[in-house]
């Protein structure tokens, strides 16, 4: 796996939830390099995953991706993929 993690300086939005704060974030990554971080549906193909710690100033997003495909199996019914580019922590950086 690939881990990259960033304390970006920001303030949740004070009209929505955190759950809608840390969505913004997973669909500008998700949309910025075509990849799937986040299950909606038990049998998802994902290409990683992310994980953000919300405090008043800062966000620690810890973004994984994976380095490797493999199948469903007893652990997980998702299907996990190897993303064909990864991108560098500064790539994120920029996006986000």
Do not use: W
């Amino acid at each position: 796996m690939t881990e990259i993690q960033i304390i970006k300086k920001m303030k949740c939005p004070t009209d929505k939830r955190l759950s809608q704060c840390s969505d913004i974030i997973v669909d500008k990554l998700q949309n910025e390099y075509s990849c799937k971080l986040r299950a909606d549906n038990k049998t998802d193909t994902l290409h990683g995953s992310v994980s953000i710690v919300h405090t008043d100033n800062n966000h620690i997003i810890n973004i994984v991706f994976y380095d490797k495909d493999e199948s469903s199996n007893a652990e997980h019914l998702t299907t996990l993929k190897k993303l064909a580019k990864i991108p560098t922590e500064l790539e994120i950086k920029k996006m986000i």
